[in-house]
């Protein structure tokens, strides 16, 4: 859920303010709130360009811990950008990416054509 100070209401001026302020057309933002159930986050401070190693330790983070990523209809890759792209130097931004997990459905990965819990070793 959004903040409260993040109402639709609030949503709806600021798109009105910066469409008159920038003088562009803003209609094909959209507000809309979910709830995230637990996720795997991490703190990306670096370039842009730079973010599919950061994604990739995520990953292997979470199948280290026999988590499998959840994404789906509901359930999304996303960023929440923390730092002013005009102001701020290419390897300085801060940027905090999450994907969501299901801890109830263990990742599997394949050895050959088996497969295995990462608990299990294959055999």
């Not at 910066?18 to 933002?29: G, H, Y």
Request: aromatic content about 10%.
């Amino acid at each position: 859920m959004p903040p409260p100070i993040m109402a639709k209401e609030v949503f709806d001026w600021a798109a009105r303010e910066a469409a008159e302020k920038k003088q562009q057309d803003f209609s094909k933002v959209e507000f809309f709130s979910r709830e995230e159930s637990i996720c795997v986050q991490r703190m990306h401070i670096s370039r842009y360009d730079d973010e599919p190693a950061t994604v990739a330790g995520m990953e292997e983070y979470a199948k280290a811990q026999g988590d499998q990523e959840d994404f789906g209809e509901n359930r999304f890759h996303h960023e929440i950008y923390l730092s002013d792209v005009r102001r701020c130097k290419p390897e300085r931004l801060k940027t905090v990416i999450r994907h969501p997990i299901d801890r109830d459905r263990p990742f599997l990965y394949h050895t050959h054509k088996r497969t295995a819990l990462p608990h299990q070793p294959p055999g």
